[in-house]
């Protein structure tokens, strides 16, 4: 238990919080185990009564109902170290998994790139399960292996034999030394458990959400097998935690059958001898009795506290995280920002292996001005996205809002000025009006619909059984790519910040629903900046200015009647082309 409060960032300060109701439990427990201690050396003095005939019926009453007060005060007890204990401990497991869920909240985008979702998840169940485990059950079970351990030994040394008592403890002794390298053992094979349950859970979670690919491409087969072996590995880690659980208990029991075998041969011998009197006899093995649990607690404990050390382990991994991007120790004083951009030689790479995304890239946008950005696949779009945002940070050159250096600006505030569609369209497993209404929790049905109108959404949502309250499905899998796209248009434009960012938010409508996405964007972002990456010209032509990259590269820049101009220029040439096959298209 030291081991998991070593750390101290999560685990320390709840059962600090929570020591009190800790205290009470422990408290009760103790009461229960003091009282149990009578029980035995009542049956032993009724047996010495009527054996010896100095007890008569009035006795043998006084001594049930002592016997049956104390059975009440362990069944009351009982009650009350459970409520104490137990429930503080998911007190505890439901502040961490809160704690845990906003850490993650915080960290970057490189650690979900390294981190799988099933490992993820593992962290929030199994893992956290072990702790609460370990600060719950394993508590009482590790205070009864001790203490009342103690206080039977006490009363068998005191009241029964002291050599009896000596001859019992040779058993214990064994399993102490034995339970000290089963709990090193457990905790290194419950890590490669855990390891096998983020892999299954990552292959499950993957399949799944590939369930339409998977069919598409009419890969069932192979995703069953891939899946067998990672159950199989599963399997195999359980088992290497079962296998030390199942020979670990046979061990124990052994030890407690011997313990009474002891019992019965040197304490029938005393009792034969008239050395000890057949009622302390029969509270000997009462004692004996009382005992088992605690060896067998014993057990439990080392087992689950060492899994609880290795889950704690785990969880404080993400704890030890540090989030790349963070707000600056000094920051500027902005309250708000009007959509002026700056980019100057700014360069960048995902990673250090990686060759640059960008490279010495300059761009100047007014406020209320419209950048259109194009460029093949792998150009550099998307990285000029994650800068803005402040999702990476820039490693050469600067970026600033209306002046103010972008590591300067409270990122909370930059983020909130920021209304952005993203590539992959992500809808949650909500309503669609709360899919839209996502950035503006106070919007009203009206702002909802409006915002639908203008992204050409709201005839589609009104033809929809529930319509605003129709549920989406994971991901937004129940509606087609254009629907999703427009959706995601009419959360963005819902949120009215005074910077919007569609990344090729338009490629999955026909010409028709973009023109009429387009006309409504001109129109309900007047005077506001907004940046569009594209590769249809046609989502372009109205742009202010207008940016093709190609590899990282700046190679045109311009109004497009600027780069019209330019004889075999990138831009022109993609023009002539889609203008061709439009042209084909018609013939067709």
Request: hydrophobic share 45%; proline share 3%.
């Amino acid at each position: 238990m030291k081991r998991m409060l070593a750390r101290p960032p999560l685990l320390r300060p709840l059962l600090k919080r929570y020591a009190g109701s800790y205290l009470l439990g422990l408290l009760t427990l103790f009461i229960v185990d003091y009282v149990n201690l009578f029980i035995p050396q009542l049956m032993g003095d009724v047996t010495d009564g009527l054996a010896a005939h100095t007890m008569d019926a009035a006795g043998v009453w006084t001594m049930a109902v002592q016997i049956v007060l104390c059975g009440v005060v362990v069944a009351v007890g009982r009650f009350f170290w459970r409520y104490f204990l137990i429930g503080t401990s998911r007190k505890i497991e439901r502040e961490m998994r809160n704690r845990m869920f906003e850490k993650l909240e915080t960290l970057s985008q490189r650690y979900y790139h390294a981190h799988k979702t099933g490992d993820l998840m593992s962290y929030f169940t199994n893992d956290l399960e072990a702790v609460r485990q370990a600060i719950g059950p394993e508590i009482v079970s590790s205070f009864d292996a001790v203490v009342l351990t103690i206080m039977v030994l006490y009363r068998m040394m005191t009241y029964v034999s002291v050599e009896l008592t000596l001859w019992c403890l040779i058993p214990m002794g064994i399993i102490a030394v034995f339970g000290y390298f089963f709990g090193q053992t457990v905790e290194r094979r419950y890590l490669g458990m855990q390891r096998a349950f983020a892999a299954l859970s990552d292959r499950v979670q993957e399949s799944l959400s590939g369930e339409r690919i998977i069919k598409a491409f009419v890969q069932e087969d192979r995703e069953a097998a891939a899946f067998r072996k990672v159950n199989e590995d599963k399997r195999r880690a359980t088992m290497e935690v079962v296998k030390l659980e199942v020979s670990f208990r046979p061990l124990l029991r052994l030890l407690v059958g011997v313990t009474v075998v002891i019992a019965i041969v040197v304490g029938g011998r005393l009792t034969m001898i008239g050395a000890m009197t057949l009622g302390k006899f029969v509270a000997f093995n009462m004692y004996i009795g009382s005992l088992v649990w605690p060896m067998l607690a014993l057990g439990d404990s080392i087992t689950y506290i060492s899994q609880g050390i290795a889950g704690m382990n785990r969880i404080h991994e993400i704890f030890d995280e540090k989030p790349d991007i963070t707000d600056a120790a000094e920051l500027d004083a902005v309250t708000e920002l009007r959509g002026g951009i700056d980019v100057s030689h700014v360069s960048f790479a995902f990673r250090e292996d990686l060759r640059e995304s960008l490279h010495d890239l300059n761009l100047h946008v007014e406020p209320g001005e419209t950048l259109a950005v194009m460029g093949r696949t792998g150009s550099g779009k998307t990285a000029l996205v994650s800068l803005l945002t402040r999702t990476y940070d820039i490693q050469h050159g600067s970026i600033s809002f209306d002046g103010h250096d972008i590591k300067r600006i409270p990122l909370r505030l930059l983020r909130e000025s920021i209304a952005y569609v993203p590539q992959d369209n992500f809808l949650f497993s909500n309503t669609l009006a709360n899919n839209i209404s996502f950035g503006r929790l106070d919007a009203t049905r009206e702002d909802i619909v409006k915002a639908a109108v203008a992204a050409d959404i709201h005839d589609n949502i009104m033809d929809f059984p529930e319509q605003y309250d129709t549920m989406v499905g994971e991901r937004g899998v129940t509606l087609s790519g254009g629907q999703k796209q427009r959706s995601s248009i009419a959360r963005a434009l819902l949120k009215d910040s005074p910077i919007m960012i569609l990344d090729d938010s338009l490629s999955a409508v026909d010409t028709d629903t973009e023109e009429t996405i387009l006309r409504n964007l001109k129109e309900t972002r007047a005077g506001k900046t907004t940046i569009m990456i594209a590769h249809r010209v046609s989502t372009v032509v109205n742009a202010d200015h207008i940016l093709v990259l190609d590899e990282g590269r700046t190679v045109e820049y311009g109004t497009p009647a600027e780069l019209m101009a330019i004889e075999g220029g990138v831009f022109r040439t993609m023009v002539e082309k889609q203008r061709l096959e439009r042209q084909l298209a018609l013939v067709d």
